[in-house]
């Protein structure tokens, strides 16, 4: 994809696909299906409704993945049919588009500016899911609540490397195996590039550490006592602080 004009970024706007971006987006998309049939004499047009204007679709798609909104409440001047960009979400989700899509931006990005391996991070976030689906669950923050989980792996520069998504009530650690192995491009040979995994306090059992050591990273993990005991005194040194501190000032 190197052979490919940059893409402007300053000409659009965060969440518009602009003319470079989409050369490399339109690569990656499935080919439209020929609307003949037969051979010869006896091909002919089968009729149905024409496919929709594929590049306004993913443009549609963008706008909600950035903004957040509602499908039905998607701009229907500018985007079309709100039904239409989530109907070819699910298609193209289902053929694989968007990772292939992840997977040439961290060639290219490798290529540029060079994916930071030394140094990755892991870590789970919950989100609603009001609407349900087969990777939700209870949310234990939300008083039960359907909701998700996003285990994500990045680089030191927060670059995705690699993404799970499951039901907000699985623990993080259940997570971590499937995290580190879902990127879509290879990771360098740990015994080549020494690379190294930090990991918060909710990974501090033996299980993830078997498996981030498994996988040849590094681990860097807080112990759970440790981690609430130095919690707990920062805390009260900031209240004593508070009320004992006094300006250096003269006066």
């Known amino acids: ?25 339109e690569l990656l998309l499935p080919k439209v299906k020929s609307r003949y ?77 060079g994916i930071a391996w030394k140094w990755q991070a892991a870590d789970g976030a919950m989100t609603k899911a009001p609407l349900g689906g087969p990777k939700t669950g209870p949310n234990p923050t939300a008083r039960s609540k359907s909701g998700t989980k996003r285990s994500l792996l990045v680089d030191e520069r927060g670059v995705p490397l690699g993404l799970v998504v499951s039901g ?39 299980p993830s550490a078997e498996i981030a050591e498994a996988q040849g990273y590094v681990l860097h993990v807080p112990d759970k006592a440790n981690a609430k005991k130095n919690a707990n005194a920062s805390r009260g040194g900031a209240k004593r602080g508070a009320g004992s501190w006094k300006s250096p000032m003269p006066g």
């Open 168 to 206: 907000a009530n699985t623990p993080d650690g259940q997570l971590l195996a499937t995290t580190l192995t879902s990127g879509p491009v290879e990771r360098p040979d740990p015994t080549e590039t020494q690379q190294h995994l930090c990991l918060d306090k909710a990974y501090s059992d033996a």
């Open 37 to 113: 049939r037969g051979r010869g004499k006896n091909r002919k047009h089968v009729g149905g409704r024409p496919p929709a204007e594929r590049r306004q679709v993913m443009r549609g798609i963008l706008y909600v993945l950035r903004t957040g909104c509602q499908w039905n409440a998607l701009p229907k001047a500018t985007y079309g049919s709100g039904k239409t960009a989530h109907k070819y979400f699910q298609r193209w989700t289902r053929a694989g588009v968007f990772r292939r899509m992840w997977q040439a931006g961290l060639i290219e990005y490798d290529e540029v500016k």
């Open 1 to 25: 994809m190197s052979v490919v004009e940059q893409t402007q970024y300053a000409d659009v706007a965060s969440w518009e696909l602009s003319d470079s971006l989409w050369a490399r987006i």
